[in-house]
């Protein structure tokens, strides 16, 4: 498995919470309050994967960005 840890912070000091986005990736996973990816990678898993995350805040105010890793 591949752990990845997103880190955001609304400027206020509000309470943040983390999501997958489009493109979503199977087998892949996120702790909405940690901010914590799992992904469980196939086998014959290459090349470019596009994967979204997204981070909203107390007040609704909502980041979303794309994310790309190259497996070898």
């Known amino acids: 498995p591949v752990e990845l840890q997103l880190v955001g912070a609304a400027p206020d ?3 943040v919470t983390f999501s ?13 309050p ?6 469980q990678l196939q086998p ?5 994967v596009r994967f979204g995350a997204g981070v909203v805040d107390d007040n ?5 960005k794309t994310f790309e890793i190259t497996l070898d």
Request: proline share 6%.
């Open 13 to 15: 000091g509000n309470q």
């Open 20 to 32: 997958l986005e489009q493109p979503l990736v199977p087998s892949m996973t996120i702790d909405g």
């Open 34 to 39: 940690s901010g914590k990816i799992s992904w």
């Open 44 to 48: 014959d898993q290459k090349g470019a």
């Open 60 to 64: 609704g105010t909502k980041v979303i």
